[in-house]
């Protein structure tokens, strides 16, 4: 087990959710299957900058939480810190 953190999800420009978390997004890595309560999310700069930065989301009674299971990104954060203002 490792530290947790709650999600927080936002929409694309284009329709796709994503996961914001510390400065960056990722976006959807598998689809959600019916029987999982997990999904796998890797840094929305995978393709352009190469990185290999993913987390986990799990789904749970008292909300979604992240598991960041390689935390290392290619490139400088993706918003500044004050880019989304922080959920009421």
């Avoid at 978390?21 to 900058?49: G, Q, V």
């Avoid at 799990?58 to 909300?63: H, I, P, R």
Wanted: overall charge positive; hydrophobic content about 30%; charged content about 20%.
């Amino acid at each position: 087990t490792g530290i947790t953190f709650p999600a927080r999800y936002i929409i694309s420009r284009r329709g796709t959710q994503l996961v914001l978390f510390r400065h960056n997004t990722y976006t959807p890595n598998s689809k959600i299957k019916p029987e999982s309560l997990k999904r796998d999310w890797k840094c929305s700069m995978y393709h352009k900058a190469k990185c290999k930065a993913r987390l986990v989301t799990k789904f749970t009674s008292a909300g979604d939480i992240i598991h960041v299971t390689c935390a290392m990104h290619s490139h400088p954060p993706m918003y500044p810190p004050m880019f989304f203002k922080p959920p009421q």
